[in-house]
């Protein structure tokens, strides 16, 4: 019975048989058949069959049960899981689904798996999102499949997003121009809109502020050119669902562009403009993690400001252990803010982020010093200028290391650790130095 709901064959064959029987007993004007409901049975079994394949039912016959049926159901399961943020169940679900898919050889599948669960990893393992874009992409380029060369732009942005996320620069620099020239000639594009923001995200890392404004500022004059108000009827073309898609992405979208557009100017000092900026995407933003990010970026920025009662207010709305470490920081209660600093280290996935360790490591750096406690600030310091020559590795051909060095990381210098490094080995080479030429008086040398 199984194989009989799964193989369109046999359906088929059980089809042809029955219609057989109905020409047949229609040839008998005296038989029962034809003065009862039989004589539409035909009928309704051919209407299911036909209406069996665009409903996607069918699935191939093989000896372990999966069916395509079965497989899209995992994956509609999965996807919803995502939207109610249960991600560990989503992940179970797509990758079922993923193994059916493969055991299909069905293409199409396996792109949306992958895509799924990159989407389901998002929040705990930046490689592993990483990982499953690259095998989608794979898959994209090696399938004869022209449908699913409408899926690329998407994945590219994923891909860009997660190397920037990572510290690989150049990949992710390189990706989101794929992006644009995929996506040049599409009206209504949100991947137009996030590869601007990546670059601008790109230039802002390299500390070529002026750039990266120019692309963050692209990104909102993009994302003016989507239509906010859409149709039933843009259901039923790939222009319109393009729209529709593009519509529903800008609320995460738009506050996190204004937030970016923030952050470059903080770090240009323009600080009453930064907080404009903040406060703009918290009118926007609906999301409730942006809304938490917001209220720490603005309280680094009043904190700049040495109004010290709003950056507070701000920064423990927050909640977010590396703004109240920068906050501690500031008010010389080094102890706390060690604690904060410890407490970023197992934030996932953002500990995988070279820039964010770069500045928990500085942090960390900055507070033993305040304590003096002068080796574990030496080990700190040297920490981060080791993740900073790291990165310098992934920068794109002609970012220059005076402009790495001058840009900031939520209001540390990149080369801050550097001198301060110096500084503390030097003080500790005079402090030895003086101790042995003190024991040489003594002994009377």
Same mark, same amino acid.
């Given at each position: 019975?199984?194989?009989?709901?799964?193989?369109?064959?046999?359906?088929?064959?059980?089809?042809?048989?029955?219609?057989?029987?109905?020409?047949?007993?229609?040839?008998?004007?005296?038989?029962?058949?034809?003065?009862?409901?039989?004589?539409?049975?035909?009928?309704?079994?051919?209407?299911?069959?036909?209406?069996?394949?665009?409903?996607?039912?069918?699935?191939?016959?093989?000896?372990?049960?999966?069916?395509?049926?079965?497989?899209?159901?995992?994956?509609?399961?999965?996807?919803?899981?995502?939207?109610?943020?249960?991600?560990?169940?989503?992940?179970?679900?797509?990758?079922?689904?993923?193994?059916?898919?493969?055991?299909?050889?069905?293409?199409?599948?396996?792109?949306?798996?992958?895509?799924?669960?990159?989407?389901?990893?998002?929040?705990?393992?930046?490689?592993?999102?990483?990982?499953?874009?690259?095998?989608?992409?794979?898959?994209?380029?090696?399938?004869?499949?022209?449908?699913?060369?409408?899926?690329?732009?998407?994945?590219?942005?994923?891909?860009?997003?997660?190397?920037?996320?990572?510290?690989?620069?150049?990949?992710?620099?390189?990706?989101?121009?794929?992006?644009?020239?995929?996506?040049?000639?599409?009206?209504?594009?949100?991947?137009?809109?996030?590869?601007?923001?990546?670059?601008?995200?790109?230039?802002?890392?390299?500390?070529?502020?002026?750039?990266?404004?120019?692309?963050?500022?692209?990104?909102?004059?993009?994302?003016?050119?989507?239509?906010?108000?859409?149709?039933?009827?843009?259901?039923?073309?790939?222009?319109?669902?393009?729209?529709?898609?593009?519509?529903?992405?800008?609320?995460?979208?738009?506050?996190?562009?204004?937030?970016?557009?923030?952050?470059?100017?903080?770090?240009?000092?323009?600080?009453?403009?930064?907080?404009?900026?903040?406060?703009?995407?918290?009118?926007?933003?609906?999301?409730?993690?942006?809304?938490?990010?917001?209220?720490?970026?603005? @309280?680094?920025?009043?904190?700049?400001?040495?109004?010290?009662?709003?950056?507070?207010?701000?920064?423990?709305?927050?909640?977010?252990?590396?703004?109240?470490?920068?906050?501690?920081?500031?008010?010389? &209660?080094?102890?706390?803010?060690?604690?904060?600093?410890?407490?970023?280290? &197992?934030?996932?996935?953002?500990?995988?982020?070279?820039?964010?360790?770069?500045?928990?490591?500085?942090?960390? @750096?900055?507070?033993?010093?305040?304590?003096?406690?002068?080796?574990?600030?030496?080990?700190?310091?040297?920490?981060?200028?080791?993740?900073?020559?790291?990165?310098?590795?992934?920068?794109?051909?002609?970012?220059?290391?005076?402009?790495?060095?001058?840009?900031?990381?939520?209001?540390?210098?990149?080369?801050?650790?550097?001198?301060?490094?110096?500084?503390?080995?030097?003080?500790?080479?005079?402090?030895?130095?003086?101790?042995?030429?003190?024991?040489?008086?003594?002994?009377?040398?």
């Amino acid at each position: 019975m199984e194989k009989f709901f799964q193989n369109p064959k046999i359906f088929l064959v059980v089809l042809v048989l029955v219609w057989i029987t109905h020409f047949i007993q229609r040839g008998k004007p005296e038989s029962s058949y034809n003065r009862g409901c039989f004589r539409f049975f035909p009928w309704v079994l051919t209407i299911i069959f036909f209406l069996s394949f665009p409903l996607g039912y069918w699935g191939c016959e093989h000896n372990s049960g999966c069916s395509k049926r079965i497989a899209y159901k995992s994956l509609k399961s999965g996807l919803n899981k995502l939207q109610e943020k249960d991600y560990i169940q989503a992940a179970t679900l797509i990758d079922s689904a993923l193994v059916c898919f493969s055991e299909l050889k069905d293409t199409v599948g396996m792109v949306n798996c992958h895509v799924g669960l990159g989407m389901a990893n998002a929040f705990k393992d930046y490689q592993v999102v990483l990982d499953n874009g690259l095998k989608a992409l794979e898959f994209i380029n090696a399938s004869e499949d022209t449908s699913l060369l409408k899926q690329k732009p998407g994945l590219l942005i994923m891909i860009a997003g997660i190397n920037l996320n990572l510290g690989h620069y150049n990949k992710s620099f390189s990706k989101s121009h794929q992006t644009l020239d995929l996506e040049g000639n599409n009206a209504y594009s949100i991947y137009k809109v996030s590869a601007f923001n990546i670059i601008g995200k790109n230039y802002y890392s390299f500390g070529i502020y002026d750039s990266a404004l120019i692309f963050q500022n692209l990104a909102l004059d993009e994302m003016e050119k989507i239509p906010t108000k859409t149709s039933f009827f843009d259901y039923f073309s790939d222009e319109g669902r393009n729209k529709l898609m593009s519509s529903m992405a800008l609320t995460n979208l738009k506050p996190s562009i204004l937030q970016d557009i923030g952050n470059i100017h903080r770090n240009l000092g323009n600080y009453e403009k930064a907080i404009e900026y903040y406060n703009q995407a918290l009118s926007e933003a609906k999301d409730e993690e942006i809304v938490k990010y917001l209220h720490s970026n603005l @309280g680094i920025a009043y904190l700049e400001l040495q109004m010290l009662d709003k950056a507070e207010e701000n920064i423990k709305q927050g909640g977010n252990p590396i703004a109240l470490s920068k906050f501690y920081l500031e008010a010389n &209660d080094y102890s706390q803010a060690i604690n904060h600093l410890k407490e970023g280290l &197992d934030l996932k996935p953002q500990n995988q982020n070279p820039e964010f360790l770069f500045f928990i490591s500085t942090g960390l @750096g900055q507070a033993f010093e305040g304590l003096k406690d002068s080796i574990q600030a030496i080990n700190n310091y040297r920490k981060a200028t080791e993740i900073l020559e790291n990165l310098k590795l992934n920068m794109p051909d002609g970012i220059t290391d005076s402009l790495i060095y001058n840009s900031k990381v939520w209001g540390f210098s990149k080369s801050e650790p550097f001198k301060s490094l110096d500084r503390l080995i030097s003080e500790s080479n005079h402090s030895l130095k003086y101790q042995y030429d003190s024991k040489e008086v003594e002994s009377g040398e």
